[in-house]
């Protein structure tokens, strides 16, 4: 299926989530299957001041394409800006957010708060829009909360402004990440638009994979948490739509995927930030291992590669 004029060519994508899809993750993603990622969101204000932080954020490399680049903000012209510089990126996507829950970027005007005021989200998508030379996609959620759900009245101002697709995820800004995602908001928005729409919520096995696909009729899956510390999940995923069978990864294989995470991070920020952020990657690759309690205090305390590399390796020695 095409996203604009990109071909994708998987039918499971991963999430943007920041702190975590940095390029060392996405480009793992990719190599298990993942059909495109999107970096962390970036801020608009972050990218027009040139921040050094906001500009790595939008660093892509070959080996992670097509790769989107978030954008969040609530002014359409510094949007535009965001999005005319983000392209210096060459990125294969520009999405804007307008799902983020976190009270600091709502109180911003960016986020889902945008979800209250069509009108805005429709000038936002038209003046990204009307800058990019690649597809623009929106990330929305089902609502603001049970009073205001909207996804399907915003998605169709997205489609109208010229979004290429639309990702929906199945629940209101106030219910943050609990219950259960609702997939009928999806399959509802996925009837109202003909730009293609992802499903997002809640998939942390190719079963629920299968189940989001075939219950809203929505076009991809994207992945978030379930790919946390498991890339494995794309390739699981794929395995599964093709009528294959798969195996689940062995411990060894595991710290091996971990390993060459974690090296990759360290390669891409320097050993002292990117040991700082590893930490968090190496608990959940811990996630089912036996004595994991004790193996992740250790990952708290790790500081340089030489100690990551002898604490994988007595991982594998010890299990
Ligand atoms: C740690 C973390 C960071 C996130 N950061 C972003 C972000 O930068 N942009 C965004 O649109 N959503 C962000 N999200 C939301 C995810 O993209 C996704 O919509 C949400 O986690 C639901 O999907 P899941 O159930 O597969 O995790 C984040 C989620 C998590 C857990």
């Not at 793992?28 to 608009?44: N, P, R």
């Not at 790769?67 to 392209?87: R, S």
């Not at 729409?197 to 096995?205: A, L, Q």
Request: net charge positive; aromatic share 6%; hydrophobic share 40%.
């Amino acid at each position: 299926m095409k996203i604009g004029t990109v071909n994708i060519n998987k039918k499971a994508v991963l999430a943007p989530m920041a702190g975590v899809t940095d390029r060392a993750f996405r480009e793992l993603c990719m190599k298990f299957g993942a059909g495109y990622t999107v970096s962390e969101m970036v801020s608009s204000k972050g990218i027009s001041y040139l921040n050094k932080k906001s500009i790595e954020l939008m660093e892509i490399s070959e080996k992670e394409r097509p790769c989107g680049i978030q954008l969040f903000g609530d002014n359409p012209e510094a949007m535009a800006t965001a999005a005319k510089i983000a392209l210096e990126q060459n990125p294969d996507i520009i999405d804007i957010n307008m799902g983020c829950p976190a009270p600091k970027v709502n109180k911003s005007g960016g986020g889902a708060v945008l979800m209250k005021n069509p009108d805005l989200c429709y000038k936002i998508v038209k003046a990204v829009k009307d800058t990019s030379t690649v597809p623009v996609t929106v990330k929305i959620r089902k609502g603001w909360d049970e009073q205001s759900i909207n996804a399907v009245e915003i998605a169709k101002v997205c489609e109208s402004a010229g979004a290429s697709a639309i990702t929906v995820h199945g629940r209101t800004r106030e219910q943050m990440y609990k219950p259960f995602v609702d997939l009928k908001v999806i399959e509802q928005v996925k009837l109202a638009v003909s730009i293609p729409v992802i499903g997002n919520g809640d998939i942390f096995s190719p079963k629920d994979a299968i189940n989001m696909l075939s219950q809203t009729g929505c076009d991809l899956v994207m992945i978030g948490r379930g790919a946390l510390g498991n890339p494995f999940i794309f390739s699981e995923i794929n395995a599964v739509l093709n009528n294959e069978t798969f195996a689940e990864p062995k411990i060894e294989e595991k710290v091996a995927v971990m390993t060459e995470h974690i090296l990759n991070i360290c390669k891409y920020k320097g050993e002292y930030l990117g040991m700082k952020e590893a930490r968090r990657h190496i608990c959940m690759y811990l996630k089912g291992i036996p004595d994991a309690a004790s193996f992740r205090n250790q990952a708290c305390h790790l500081e340089t590669m030489d100690q990551f590399l002898d604490f994988a390796n007595k991982i594998t020695k010890i299990v």
